[in-house]
């Protein structure tokens, strides 16, 4: 009888335990479940800081670009006011300045070697030239300057080249011509010089100056082929 009693028993606890095993599994899903909301939700929350860290970090990097160019703009107007005025010494300081914060601006070097022609410090301005046209090939002003330079400097074939440059950019500027030409002058290349004086006056036909040079250079070059 005791023997029935406890298989019975044992039936019924185990027929509990089964109607509670699906309920058992439910929690554990469950668990499970909330365990992997929680871990999104925090993985969410850090990637939204990191977004909104990043955000914070590129628009202070914009701002401190922005004061850059502020000081640039700032510092170039003043560095342009002191050459107009002709104070050398302080306009040098700041297109120095101005070379350190952007050494690929070729604009600088030119402003430099401007002071420097003015300064008579012929060998700093040839440099800076040469360093501005390293930086902008295509502008026909530095080569124009630096053929400035070397002629003053008594480097005529250099200064013939450069000018040369400057005209294949624009041989529409009659200065360019000029240079050209006087550098032809002091290397006895009077045909040449005539004919890059010609180009001049053809451009500015009424420059007595021009016309001068032109006729010059075309009596001493006929009276070296009449020799």
């Known amino acids: ?21 699906p309920e058992v599994e439910k929690i554990g899903e469950d668990e499970f479940l909330r365990k992997k909301i929680e871990r999104k939700n ?19 990097n914009l701002s401190q670009k922005k004061e850059e160019v ?15 005025m002709r104070d050398f010494a302080a306009a040098e300081k700041l297109f120095l300045d101005l070379v350190s914060m ?47 330079a070397f002629f003053e400097s008594g480097k005529y074939k250099e200064a013939s080249i450069c000018f040369e440059k400057a005209v294949i950019i624009n041989n529409k500027i009659p200065n360019r011509h000029i240079g050209l030409g006087l550098s032809f002058v002091k290397m ?17 036909p009424n420059n007595q100056r021009y016309q001068e040079l032109y006729r010059k250079a075309l009596m001493k070059g006929e009276m070296l082929n009449s020799g």
């Not at 925090?42 to 202070?60: M, V």
């Open 42 to 60: 925090k993985d969410y929350k850090k990637s939204i800081f990191g977004f909104l860290e990043n955000l914070k970090e590129k628009s202070k």
């Open 188 to 204: 006895g290349e009077n045909k040449k010089a005539a004919e890059s004086f010609r180009r001049a006056v053809e451009i500015e």
């Open 102 to 148: 952007n050494p690929k601006e070729a604009s600088y070097y030119a402003s430099l070697g401007k002071i420097y022609i003015e300064q008579k410090n012929l060998e700093d301005a040839i440099s800076s030239f040469k360093a501005a046209v390293n930086r902008d090939k295509k502008n026909g002003f530095y080569y124009n300057d630096l053929g400035r």
């Open 1 to 21: 009888m005791w023997e029935l009693i406890i298989i019975i028993s044992l039936a019924i606890i185990f027929f509990i335990f089964l109607r509670r095993m």
């Open 70 to 84: 502020l000081d640039t703009d700032q510092i170039l107007a003043q560095a342009e006011e002191k050459l107009r």
